[in-house]
């Protein structure tokens, strides 16, 4: 029996009661006590089966707002998890946003929104990615509207509970002085010093992002799920990038990537910039036991690069209509040496970075993302305007910073002249 049945039984069991005594007001034959004093037991019973269901239900609820990942919400609850932050956001707060009318106050906060904890992962195919070698990138759902690859998309991806986690950084060189060797039967054995291991503690930051919706926005809940996530979440992700690779690491500022002590440098001048993306990539697999798989590079430079010609004047990436020479069709963000580009404003013109970014670098996750609203903010009350604020919490683990290459790029330096002769014969 479900609570409402429950209650109803103890209804109907009190009513009888409830009858007996008042027919008898004078006093109760002996069968009629014993007959009340059943039905006093029953009501009991009742109560306690009542306040154990109710318990069940709280729980449930616990676990729905946001406990646990949202398939196990719908496992445990039965009700459709939500599929989307905005959707999450709606789903707990409509109650209120019904209720609300203008000039009323307003003040929802959302569970925070977790991705799913096994998002599945998303076959770099298309992308011009030679299969097998690249990496393969995860589209988590909190931030599942990207119309391009960002950088957390190719990285390593790690949920914590704590305020801090501590990791090992391990040195370019791991031998400081003398090293093995052969030696003859009965001889001095040699000496071996290694560098040691950097103790590193790591904290989270909050990114946040604010937005002003008016009060008839807020009356469309469909419009506004797609709000937040398409305007506002995408918002918060660019701001995310930005502290994941040039965060400066000051006051409540993450340490970028860039920022990191221990990358490896090389610049690529007026040489071939192809070709010094392939020494880079190269420097990675030599100093650590790591394979290159990502390139970082800003818009501009990686333009320069994509519409690099050669002496033929054919485009060395495919042209606007056709691949090179009318080979298969046209790759929009095309791979260079085969890995994943990267092409964020969040890089600054004229650097690069080349990495093993899957097992160099773990953006650290904290909770979800929280989306949170309010018409008491600054004057939102008198405009009839509401603030909508999502925050989430994420760090950066870098425990091999020699497997990154960074540096200076002249993107347009000698990008593939002669290379097409052979290719028109």
Do not use: C
Request: aromatic content about 6%; proline content about 4%; overall charge negative.
């Amino acid at each position: 029996m479900n609570i409402k049945q429950l209650k109803a039984a103890k209804a109907d069991v009190v009513a009888k009661a409830k009858k007996i005594l008042d027919e008898n007001p004078d006093g109760l034959t002996d069968e009629d006590l014993a007959t009340v004093e059943d039905f006093q037991a029953k009501a009991a019973d009742f109560d306690s089966r009542i306040e154990k269901a109710q318990k069940q239900v709280n729980l449930r609820a616990a676990f729905s707002n946001g406990y646990d990942d949202a398939d196990e919400d719908t496992k445990n609850t039965g009700v459709e998890a939500a599929k989307s932050l905005g959707d999450h956001f709606i789903k707990h707060a409509e109650p209120r946003l019904k209720a609300f009318s203008a000039g009323d106050h307003l003040a929802v906060q959302a569970p925070e929104f977790k991705a799913a904890s096994d998002p599945s992962l998303t076959s770099t195919q298309g992308q011009g990615v030679i299969d097998g070698y690249a990496t393969e990138y995860q589209r988590a759902i909190v931030n599942q509207r990207r119309e391009r690859l960002v950088a957390a998309d190719i990285m390593g991806s790690a949920r914590m509970n704590g305020a801090v986690i501590k990791y090992l950084v391990e040195k370019a060189q791991r031998i400081a002085e003398g090293g093995p060797g052969t030696v003859a039967e009965g001889a001095k054995k040699p000496y071996v010093r290694y560098n040691p291991l950097e103790l590193v503690t790591e904290s989270p930051a909050k990114v946040a992002a604010l937005t002003k919706i008016s009060d008839e926005m807020i009356e469309d809940l469909p419009f506004l799920a797609d709000y937040i996530n398409q305007q506002l979440v995408y918002d918060l992700s660019v701001k995310e990038e930005e502290q994941l690779l040039k965060g400066d690491g000051q006051g409540s500022n993450l340490t970028g990537l860039f920022k990191r002590e221990g990358i490896q440098k090389l610049d690529i001048g007026s040489g071939d910039a192809f070709d010094g993306l392939l020494e880079a990539i190269q420097m990675v697999a030599l100093v650590t036991p790591l394979t290159a798989d990502g390139i970082l590079l800003n818009p501009s430079d990686f333009q320069s690069l994509r519409i690099a010609k050669d002496n033929n004047g054919q485009y060395l990436a495919g042209g606007p209509f056709q691949g090179q020479y009318g080979n298969g069709g046209i790759i929009l963000n095309p791979s260079i040496w085969g890995l994943n580009v990267i092409s964020t404003p969040a890089v600054d013109k004229g650097t690069y970075m080349v990495g093993a970014f899957r097992q160099g670098a773990t953006v650290l996750r904290k909770g979800g993302i929280r989306v949170d609203a309010t018409n008491s903010n600054v004057d939102d009350f008198e405009n009839n305007l509401t603030t909508l604020r999502a925050e989430e919490r994420l760090g950066l683990m870098v425990p091999r910073p020699a497997a990154f290459v960074t540096g200076t790029i002249n993107s347009g330096a000698g990008a593939g002249a002669g290379a097409g002769e052979e290719a028109a014969a």
